[in-house]
């Protein structure tokens, strides 16, 4: 290979790697973003719109991280539990919360079933299992979600009959892993 050609092919290196960096870290945002300018993603759920408006990976937040979300009519997220705190706001729209207290038995069991609706909000119990269903099948529906501890430890369930440690864990999640660095060597179970 001639030195140009290898001079060329390791400035491309150099500048896809600098990119791929500048893309996770705090340089680089303004003070005050333009929602509609953020980037939003489905992450491979059919229906659902994630915005990150403050991120741990991607923005250097340290204690909480804040999620606009939309669901399509129909749209749900997994059953899953996390050993953080977090916070709804239901923006537009409506739905069902299913919630599960983990403090009995080996697994959730049937969930009790909370109706959501704009401008309600609710906290989950760290480590209680849970699921945001949009129920309604003409709105979407969205919520402004707060989360402690990020970045977020998922532990996914099948099925509420799933035994709490049979839950997968999915770390980084989805929208973790493009600003992810690290092994994922972590211990979070019950
Ligand atoms: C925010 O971004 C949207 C979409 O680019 C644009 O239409 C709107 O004018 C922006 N708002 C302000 C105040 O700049
Ligand atoms: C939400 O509730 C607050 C407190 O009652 C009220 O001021 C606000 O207008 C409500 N917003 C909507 C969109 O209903």
Not at 20 to 31: Q, V
Not at 39 to 44: F, I, L
Not at 106 to 129: E, H, L, M, R, W
Request: aromatic residues 12%; glycine residues 6%; contains cysteine.
């Amino acid at each position: 290979m001639c030195v140009v050609a290898l001079i060329f092919l390791l400035s491309s290196l150099y500048l896809s790697a600098t990119t791929e960096a500048s893309k996770c870290s705090i340089d680089g945002f303004p003070l005050v973003k333009n929602i509609s300018e953020l980037p939003q993603d489905n992450y491979g759920r059919a229906g659902l719109s994630h915005i990150i408006l403050a991120g741990s990976l991607l923005h250097g937040m340290k204690e909480i991280e804040v999620w606009l979300q939309t669901f399509a009519p129909g749209s749900r997220t997994p059953i899953h539990r996390h050993s953080c705190e977090e916070v709804f706001v239901v923006l537009k729209g409506s739905g069902n919360l299913y919630l599960a207290s983990n403090s009995h038995g080996k697994y959730p069991g049937s969930p009790q079933v909370f109706p959501i609706f704009a401008n309600s909000t609710f906290v989950i119990p760290v480590n209680d299992a849970h699921q945001v269903w949009n129920t309604n099948d003409q709105e979407d529906m969205q919520v402004l979600v707060v989360v402690s501890r990020p970045p977020v430890k998922v532990f996914v369930y099948e099925d509420w009959l799933m035994p709490h440690t049979a839950a997968k864990l999915k770390f980084p999640y989805y929208w973790d892993e493009p600003c992810f660095e690290a092994p994922a060597t972590v211990r979070d179970e019950l």
